[in-house]
């Protein structure tokens, strides 16, 4: 019997942060990571009936150009890369091809999908269990239009991605995932719906493997995708003493990043444990300065951190905290925005993202400001200068305007390299660093990479030119500090890639840069319209006395 073949598109998106950047191309790589989904799913197909391959639009190649034949198409997408799936769904269907959806947006749209998109199949949920079924039933020709997996699957039915369906040469990091779910509700966070509120691990032996069969393709890096790593404490702890062990003879500059809570602060064991495993990057939730909007948002448990005492400690033991500043709380009004930008100069963050505060389809936040009738969109994660919500304290004007100044401010040049400074002043004075084994062939390897990157500096002046400036005000920190050039190094590839992102998407505006702050101009115009109305009030009274 013929093997059917199966093609898993991960479809691009127009502008991606992860994907932008010079720093892609002074490193010799294509694409920041590969689609953890796809290969899983294609790890749930079974070999002796089908054929799979990965192909993946953010590599360069459209699937219009260069995609090849199959029997099946199984896209994933997140909101952003939404309407690129839609477009290749609806060329292939004009082939007579079968295409099916999975991932976020199916997820949460899946009824509304299928009522507007000619997919075959939409997967909604953790698909696991779903896959396989829709496999044997799409033989029997006997399939359904929509795979509701309304349970959160045991994460031990969870393989080891298929890692040789991608070219890690082309690829920046690896990404992998121990675990599903958040403890948290959050009122404004979509994750609750996605993977749930309790958490679900998968087993040690299983990461391991993974882990191995990453280390051995070549990746120098992996970001472990869970929302939040050290929400199951023993287990993260457990896992990594596993990994430090595992990497005794390995690579030190083979480095994990994660997302964590802050109250991994309050637990020097874990932080000690994470150092060690070389877990050296950490995604931090601190989303706001002000401690209301906090409240209001039920991140209550960052209202019982010292979120600076905090940040330094975690900075100590050797692990580079990022994080991100959200506004458009109830709570937030015209100050919000400088109040952030000195929030992030106070914790010595060099890289601090932006957001517009969105609700998300299922969230808390959603309904409640459906209720008062402050929902204006479906659609709106992705779009980085749109929100879905009408703010309260200010007009919606006020807050994109409010939030490019803010971004500008936060990623000014010269702004990034005080906290840069500050950062480092503090790094790694509780720790030892990443376990592991620095051989020759190791070093040469590193040596070749930081060759290359000097000479793309050197020879594509116009693309190098912001790295070259960032590395100019960079070199006083790394002559302070030169055992964490490495660390002073990937904060810098950080925000450049950012940086451009947000210039790509309209968020830095370069005029922004020495403008003063929002609520100066919004209590300007608020004092002039109020002249005005005051002036128009007068005239309408004489107008009518006489």
């Known amino acids: 019997m013929r093997k059917r073949k199966i093609l898993f598109i991960n479809p691009s998106c127009s502008t991606d942060f992860l994907n932008s950047s010079v720093v892609n191309a002074a490193m010799g790589k294509t694409c920041f990571f590969p689609s953890l989904s796809l290969m899983t799913i294609a790890a749930l197909t079974p070999k002796d009936r089908f054929d799979v391959e990965l192909f993946d639009e953010y590599l360069g190649k459209t699937v219009e150009e260069v995609a090849p034949q199959a029997d099946l198409y199984a896209l994933t997408c997140y909101d952003p890369n939404r309407d690129r799936a839609h477009e290749i ?6 082939q007579g091809k079968t295409v099916v959806l999975g991932g976020p947006h199916a997820t949460h749209h899946h009824a509304a999908i299928a009522s507007a998109e000619p997919y075959d199949a939409l997967f909604a949920g953790d698909a696991e269990l779903t896959w396989p079924r829709f496999l044997d039933e799409w033989e029997r020709g006997t399939h359904q239009r929509i795979y509701l997996e309304s349970t959160k699957v045991d994460l031990a039915h969870t393989p080891v991605a298929r890692w040789d369906l991608c070219d890690a040469d082309k690829y920046l990091t690896a990404v992998m995932q121990t675990s599903r779910g958040c403890p948290f509700s959050c ?11 309790h958490v679900r691990v998968k087993p040690i032996e299983t990461v391991m493997a993974e882990l191995e069969i990453i280390y051995r393709r070549g990746f120098q890096s992996v970001l472990i995708g869970d929302d939040n790593f050290t929400a199951k404490r023993k287990y993260a702890k457990d896992l990594l003493r596993r990994i430090a062990a595992w990497r005794e003879d390995k690579d030190p500059l083979f480095v994990l990043g994660a997302q964590l809570s802050i109250d991994v602060a309050r637990d020097d064991e874990l932080l000690a444990l994470m150092a060690r495993a070389g877990l050296v990057f950490a995604y931090v939730g ?5 401690k209301e909007a906090l409240k209001g948002a039920n991140k209550l448990h960052n209202l019982r951190s010292d979120m600076r005492a905090d940040v330094e400690k975690i900075h100590s033991y050797g692990i580079s905290v990022m994080s991100g ?7 937030d009004g015209p100050e919000i925005f400088n109040r952030h930008v000195e929030f992030c100069r106070e914790l010595a963050l060099p890289v601090c993202n932006t957001y517009l505060l969105s609700a998300p389809y299922g969230t808390p936040l959603r309904a409640r400001l459906e209720k008062e009738g402050r929902v204006t969109a479906n659609f709106a994660l992705g779009e980085l200068l749109t929100s879905n919500i009408v703010p309260k304290q200010m007009t919606s004007g006020e807050l994109i305007g409010g939030f490019r100044w803010m971004t500008t401010q936060l990623f000014d040049p010269d702004g990034f390299a005080e906290r840069l400074d500050r950062k480092f002043a503090v790094f790694r ?4 660093g990443p376990a592991g084994k620095m051989s020759w062939a190791i070093r040469r390897k590193h040596y070749a990479l930081a060759a290359r990157i000097f000479r793309y500096t050197v020879t594509h002046h116009q693309a190098a030119r912001e790295l070259a400036g960032l590395l100019r005000r960079a070199l006083p920190t790394m002559i302070k500090r030169p055992a964490f050039i490495n660390d002073i190094f990937q904060d810098l590839m950080i925000f450049i890639r950012f940086k451009r ?8 505006r370069e005029e922004l840069r020495h403008a003063g702050p929002p609520e100066t101009w919004t209590r300007a115009r608020r004092v002039a319209a109020s002249r005005e109305r005051a002036r ?10 006489q």
């Open 501 to 508: 992102y947000y210039e790509q998407m309209g968020a830095y």
């Open 187 to 197: 009122e404004f966070c979509d994750a609750i719906i996605l993977y749930g509120n």
């Open 325 to 331: 500043l959200i506004v458009g709380f109830d709570e």
């Open 89 to 94: 769904c609806r060329w292939l269907k004009a």
């Open 536 to 545: 128009e009030e007068r005239t309408e009274a004489v107008a009518q006395e």
């Open 429 to 432: 004075t509780r720790s030892t």
């Open 286 to 290: 601190i989303e706001s300065s002000n």
